[in-house]
């Protein structure tokens, strides 16, 4: 009976020990600890196969070639791997903290885009580095919870302009012309305009000016005769130049306004002077609404850009700064963006 007691003791403490040892390597296996959320090596596995499979990364000889300076493709991919395992985790926790959910939308993308990653790797590969479909899954929805907490502080920006964006009668106006530049400064072998020390513009001769104003005279009255304003160029030098162009209204000088004003769409216009040379347009369009719109989306867009780079700064700032300890440097060092590739 006293040996059996012993015995069952001695197993007791075996398993204690062997306890122990697991909760000592599960401590010290973590790659990264991001405002209270834990990552291990399973889970960076998970972030390598989607970031392979999104960019395309299938060549493991790439990986030595130098990709920049010194930086091999491995290194600069890794580089990357770590941004995007960063910023989904942050954006992730910031999204559950606000209590953000995905549509159904969203929910169907996931599945569609964990797809992609059994296409491409097989379940046999991933599923002998532990990784399942549902992990993959998972990963997917705080990449999109967090696309969707960014989107919603862009919202927030929207509405807190829409009232003034309401109250302004002022539409911004876009014309569109196709403008010949009879220029009178100085160009180099480039065609680009010359300026001196102070940054004033260098002009050509008071003879070579009244040369050239004579020739946008000429060549605007023949235009607006009829003449085909392709063949005129023809017999111009390689001093003017002629391009279809986007112009703000509100931006143009007064003499530009007023020659916009007056004409009809396909009309020549006379001789516009500015401090670059003499101009002659034909209006294509009067009031582009089509351009000014793609203007406005791209500025829009622009804009939500920087409210999601600002958002991404603030979280590295506050939870991705070495004294935060955020990341296990000798865990991170051992992984190889080879290993996902194989």
């Known amino acids: 009976m006293g040996k059996l007691c012993k015995r069952i003791l001695s197993i007791g403490l075996c398993l204690v020990m062997v306890l ?20 291990y090596d399973k889970d960076v596995a998970i972030f390598a196969y989607i970031y392979a499979t999104e960019y395309n990364v299938n060549s493991v000889e790439q990986l030595d070639e ?15 791997l ?49 990784v399942s479909e549902s992990d993959i899954e998972r ?17 927030d920006g929207k509405n807190e302009n829409a009232s ?38 260098k002009k050509v001769s008071r003879a ?34 002629a391009i279809e162009k986007y112009l703000k209204y509100e931006d143009l000088e007064k003499e530009y306004q007023a020659e916009v004003d007056q004409l009809s769409v396909g009309e020549v216009s006379d001789v516009i002077e500015s401090d670059y040379g003499y101009y002659v347009i034909r209006l294509l369009e009067k009031n582009d609404n089509n351009y000014a719109e793609t203007i406005e989306k791209h500025e829009q867009q622009s804009e939500d850009l920087s409210i999601k780079e ?3 700064d603030r979280l590295y700032s506050d939870y991705a700064q070495p ?11 051992n992984i190889n963006i080879k290993n996902y590739l194989n």
Not at 24 to 37: A, P, Q, R, Y
């Open 208 to 241: 070579e000016i009244e040369e050239k104003e004579t020739e946008a005279m000429e060549f605007s009255e023949r235009a607006q005769q009829g003449e085909d304003i392709e063949a005129l160029l023809e017999d111009c030098d390689e001093t003017v130049t």
């Open 139 to 155: 990963v997917y929805e705080k990449k999109l919870l967090g696309d969707s907490y960014l989107d919603s502080l862009s919202e």
């Open 310 to 312: 600002a958002e991404v």
């Open 20 to 39: 122990g040892l697991a909760a000592c390597n599960s401590k010290d296996d973590w790659i990264f600890s991001l405002n209270g959320e834990m990552l």
């Open 82 to 130: 770590e941004k995007d395992i960063i910023s989904t985790v942050l954006l992730y926790k910031e999204a559950e903290k606000n209590k953000i959910k995905l549509s159904d939308e969203e929910k169907q993308e996931m599945k569609v885009r964990t797809k992609k990653v059994l296409e491409r790797f097989g379940v046999d590969i991933l599923e002998g580095r532990g």
């Open 66 to 80: 130098v990709y920049e300076d010194t930086m091999t493709y491995g290194e600069y991919y890794k580089q990357q």
């Open 323 to 333: 004294n935060r300890e955020y990341k296990n440097v000798s865990g991170w060092s």
């Open 164 to 201: 003034s964006t309401l109250d302004s009668d002022k539409q911004e106006r876009y014309v569109k012309v196709y403008q010949v530049t009879f220029p009178i400064v100085q160009l180099d072998e480039d065609g680009m305009v010359q300026s001196d020390a102070e940054g004033n513009l």
